[in-house]
């Protein structure tokens, strides 16, 4: 069965570094996402990208961060200067792509802790 | 945004016993995915149910978009159910989906 790929699964970084995230959607499908999981909290979307642009995106989402498909299969989050507070688990997934199905599916997670 | 309550917060089972989880919203939506997050973090889709009845297995899902809730059943319920349950519907012209806090079920042998 199909599914959604993500490495690294832990990353652990320096405050103040950039770090990319990388997954692999699903291949049929055309609208990726990413979401972030703060450790005993909720998940919370930040961005979905459909056709080269961002679609929609959280108040989350600011200009430290950015997305990207750089090629036909991978899509990227990355993070520019990162802050204490972005230590989380980052999920992407994937969905069809119509907007009147979207059900989405996700990757396993990476893990990011910022020291 | 829509709001979403799951209930109850916290779920303690015996291994072989039933529970249902619930999940209200304050919009309609145009989609909801049930989902379970296992001890490792991975979030695994359980139904896209935006509206009706599905089952798989031992879980069954209803959606009562009208009344605005969903129900996640488990029957049976096993160790390796143990995790936390999330709701995430989508309303308005979004289709991203708002997720609850979840109701974390802790089954025991």
């Known amino acids: 069965e199909p599914e959604v790929t993500q490495t690294p699964s832990h990353q652990v970084t320096q405050m103040g570094q950039e770090v990319i995230l990388r997954c692999v959607p699903i291949?049929?499908?055309?609208?990726f996402y990413w979401y972030r999981q703060i450790l005993g909290q909720k998940v919370e979307f930040l961005v979905s990208?459909?056709?080269?642009?961002?679609?929609?995106k959280s108040e989350i989402f600011d200009d430290q961060f950015s997305v990207e498909r750089p090629d036909g299969s991978n899509f990227t989050l990355k993070i520019r200067s990162t802050k204490l507070e972005d230590s989380a688990m980052y999920f992407c997934?994937?969905?069809?792509?119509?907007?009147?199905?979207?059900?989405?599916?996700f990757g396993p997670g990476t893990r990011l802790t910022v020291l | 945004g829509i709001q979403v309550e799951q209930s109850p917060p916290d779920l303690i089972l015996q291994e072989g016993a039933n529970s249902t989880l619930r999940c209200n919203f304050s919009?309609?939506?145009?989609?909801l995915q049930w989902f379970h997050q296992n001890p490792w973090g991975q979030l695994i889709n359980l139904f896209y149910i935006p509206s009706g009845t599905k089952q798989n297995g031992r879980l069954s899902a209803t959606t009562v978009a009208t009344e605005r809730y969903s129900l996640l059943y488990i029957s049976s319920s096993q160790t390796t159910d143990s995790g936390v349950y999330f709701c995430a519907p989508a309303s308005g012209g979004s289709y991203i989906p708002t997720f609850g806090r979840g109701t974390s079920l802790i089954v025991h042998p």
């Open positions: 997934a994937s969905s069809e792509g119509t907007r009147r199905y979207n059900e989405q599916f």
């Open positions: 919009d309609s939506v145009n989609n």
């Open positions: 990208f459909y056709n080269n642009e961002i679609s929609e």
């Open positions: 291949s049929n499908h055309l609208y």
